[in-house]
């Protein structure tokens, strides 16, 4: 059974960084499909970004193109999201999501409902 643990979050000003990490355990990632993924006080869970097993595809959502970074290190079985230049509307509770697929493949989910394996979620605060 796959976990997944998020660390990394933090209280930072805005223009800020930090850099999160996701860490499986009970099965290594290479074949998982990781998303990244943000909830707000009384917002809806949006998808932030996410990558392929293979780690050849990568995709973004429009409000962190250019400041968010994911990445992963299956030998680490830890994928990262470095974000950048941190606004007040970042803020939220940040979620590693994992989805098997099988194999090396450029997949990516394409929502919510198709991660199996979540993790319990990191508080992002952007603030002065």
């Known amino acids: 059974q796959l976990q997944l643990v998020e660390s990394g979050g933090g209280l930072v000003q805005p223009g800020g960084s930090l850099r999160l990490s996701c860490v499986a355990s009970g099965s290594p990632l290479d074949y998982y499909a990781i998303g990244w993924f943000r909830q707000a006080p009384g917002k809806e869970r949006e998808g932030v970004s996410s990558i392929s097993s293979r780690g050849g595809s990568t995709k973004y959502e429009d409000s962190v193109k250019g400041r968010f970074t994911i990445s992963r290190d299956n030998a680490k079985n830890t994928v990262y999201l470095q974000m950048n230049s941190l606004k007040p509307e970042d803020t939220a509770v940040y979620y590693c999501?994992?989805?098997?697929?099988?194999?090396?493949?450029?997949?990516?989910?394409?929502?919510?409902?198709?991660?199996?394996?979540w993790g319990q979620g990191t508080q992002v605060t952007v603030s002065s």
């Open positions: 999501a994992a989805d098997y697929n099988g194999g090396y493949s450029d997949y990516i989910p394409l929502g919510v409902m198709e991660y199996d394996y």
